[in-house]
C-alpha cells in the first residue's frame, strides 16, 4: 500500500499546517484513513480517523479543537488541517489505512519552534 504524505515544515507556536496524504485508488473512496504521530523514540501515537465517506470524524483529545481531518475521494487525497500548533506538536506525521499504523506513509515532519 502506497501512502504519500506532505505538507510538513517548520513553524512558529500558534502557526498552522496542512498536511496532505495522496492514497491509492482503491483506498480512495472505500477506506476508512487514520492520521498518526511518532517523537524520536517513542511508539506511534493515533491523532485521527475519518470514515470513508467523511461522515465521521474521531480525534485524540491532544488535538481536539486543533486539528481538522477532512478528505477528498476524487483527488484521492485525505489532509490533516492543523491550527494552534504548540511545541508539543513536533513529530513525524504519518497517514495510514488504519488506527495501529500498520500501512503507513514514509511520513512528513512538522516542527513546531520559535
Known amino acids: 500500500v502506497q501512502l504519500v504524505e506532505s505538507g510538513g515544515g517548520e513553524v512558529q507556536p500558534g502557526g498552522s499546517l496542512t498536511l496532505s496524504c495522496v492514497v491509492p485508488t482503491y483506498i480512495a473512496a472505500s477506506w476508512q484513513l487514520s492520521w498518526l504521530r511518532q517523537y524520536p523514540g517513542k511508539a506511534l501515537e493515533w491523532v485521527s480517523d475519518?470514515?470513508?465517506?467523511?461522515?465521521?470524524?474521531y480525534y485524540a483529545d491532544s488535538v481536539k479543537g486543533r486539528f481538522t481531518t477532512s478528505r477528498d475521494n476524487a483527488k484521492k487525497t485525505v489532509y490533516l488541517q492543523m491550527n494552534s500548533l504548540k511545541s508539543e506538536d513536533t513529530a513525524l506525521y504519518y497517514c495510514?489505512?488504519?488506527?495501529?499504523?500498520?500501512?503507513r506513509g514514509q511520513g512528513t515532519q512538522v516542527t513546531v519552534s520559535g
Open positions: 495510514a489505512t488504519s488506527s495501529d499504523g500498520q500501512n
Open positions: 475519518i470514515s470513508a465517506d467523511s461522515s465521521h470524524t
